[in-house]
Every structure is written in structure tokens, then in C-alpha cells.
């Protein structure tokens, strides 16, 4: 049986998951909520919002065996949300963290992780949307410099992001490679997919509405 789930949407964070699945649980507090979507074979997708009304913060987990596989964060909320993505030992560690765009309730969380002292911060990759970049330029500028100075800190990769198949400028002032394509993760073992989506095209100018509607997109699917 082919079950999706559309629209688990907070603001403009949209993450589609669309798996074959057995069994789908749902659970909400505080105005956060969790949707765990069962495959077969022990497989599992996790998302659960770590932010509240106020914020957008929300982590995929696919997950083999119990095992964590894959942790996708998407926007990091505030420092609430920052400090959720925390281990017990204040460790953080993130395969892919997409940054759908500039709006500070999508990006604050930035600023408590770039200054972390205590336990380490690994990111795998690391997407920023700089389609519309300009917008709240100066704070996002600040916050991924302090994040590439801070050893604490480990990045492999930072992607500027662009419209799909065109061409924007990549961030300035930090060493980042260029994509305006579909990226598309396989989650060995799990028959997972996952893709993260450019933003579209340019709607709107430099408004704030635009930026939401600019935003880069994450779907989870059976692969």
C-alpha cells in the first residue's frame, strides 16, 4: 500500500515524505510534532519539528535497525532548536543541514551552534540558499564566517544554492561550491531517498514574501 504524507509544513520548511509504509505514528507537544513513518524491514523515517511557534527547526532521521543512517536538519530555528540537535554530551552531528532561506526564524539557531565551546559540531554538507542571499545578508554572513573560524566546528562541504539550472553568485567571503540541481542521497540499506530541491525560479523580487516562496525544498521517498 502506497501511503504519502503532503504538507508537513511549519511557515515555509516544506518536507514531503513519500514511502510505502506499515504503520504511521504521530505525536504532538508544545507545538512540536513528531510523524514516524514505518517501511518494512526495521526501516524508519523520523521527522520531528525541535522548535515551537515561534521558530523552524525540523530533523529527519532514517533510521536501519534503530541505527541512525541519515540526520537531515532543515533550518535550525533558534537557540532552543540549536540546543535540541545536542547529544547528551553536546555533541552535534548532521549528515546534510539545508538552510531553505534567510529569514532569521530559520537561521538564529546559527549563531548559539558557531560559538560552541563545549562537545564538537560535525556537518557533513552544508546547503545555503543565495538566491535570495541580500536578504538579511549582513546576519548570515556572520554566523557561517564564526561557524568556519570555530574549531569546534567541522564542515566538509558548503553548497551555494541557486535557481534551478541558472546561475546566482555564491556566498560571499566563504569557500563553497555551486549547485543549481536536484541532489538526490541514497540511504543505503534503507531503500531511502533523499532530495534536496533549488530553489525554483525567482518569485517576487527581494520581498519578504519572496523569500519564503524562494525557499529550497526536502522530499523523502522510497528509492
Avoid at 532543515?74 to 547529544?87: I, M, P, Q, R, T
Avoid at 554538507?125 to 538579511?136: A, I, M, R, S, W
Wanted: glycine share 4%.
Amino acid at each position: 500500500m502506497k501511503i504519502t504524507i503532503r504538507n508537513l509544513l511549519i511557515i515555509n520548511i516544506f518536507v514531503v515524505c513519500m514511502i510505502s509504509a506499515t504503520s504511521i505514528k504521530v505525536s504532538a507537544d508544545k507545538g512540536a510534532w513528531t510523524v514516524t513513518v514505518q517501511k518494512k524491514h526495521k526501516v524508519n523515517v523520523k521527522v520531528e519539528t525541535l522548535s515551537g511557534y515561534d521558530a523552524d527547526c525540523t530533523r529527519i532521521k532514517v533510521l536501519l535497525d534503530n541505527a541512525t543512517k541519515r540526520t537531515v536538519v532543515v533550518d535550525v530555528g533558534d537557540e532552543k532548536s540549536a540546543k535540541k540537535l545536542e547529544d547528551k554530551n553536546g555533541n552535534i552531528s548532521i549528515h546534510d543541514l539545508i538552510l531553505t532561506h534567510n529569514h532569521s526564524d530559520h537561521i538564529n539557531g546559527l549563531d548559539y551552534i558557531s560559538k560552541k565551546k563545549d562537545g564538537n559540531v560535525y556537518i557533513k554538507n552544508l546547503y545555503v540558499n543565495t538566491l535570495n542571499y541580500e536578504h538579511n545578508k549582513n546576519k548570515m554572513s556572520k554566523y557561517l564566517k564564526a561557524l568556519v573560524k570555530n574549531k569546534k566546528v567541522k564542515i566538509e562541504k558548503i553548497f551555494s544554492v541557486g535557481p534551478y539550472q541558472k546561475q546566482t553568485k555564491k556566498i560571499p567571503d566563504i569557500k563553497s561550491e555551486y549547485k543549481n540541481k536536484n541532489t538526490y542521497i541514497n540511504v543505503l540499506g534503507t531503500g531511502c531517498q533523499i532530495i534536496v530541491l533549488p530553489p525554483v525560479d525567482d518569485f517576487g523580487g527581494k520581498s519578504s514574501t519572496a523569500v519564503n516562496n524562494n525557499s529550497m525544498m526536502v522530499v523523502v521517498r522510497d528509492n
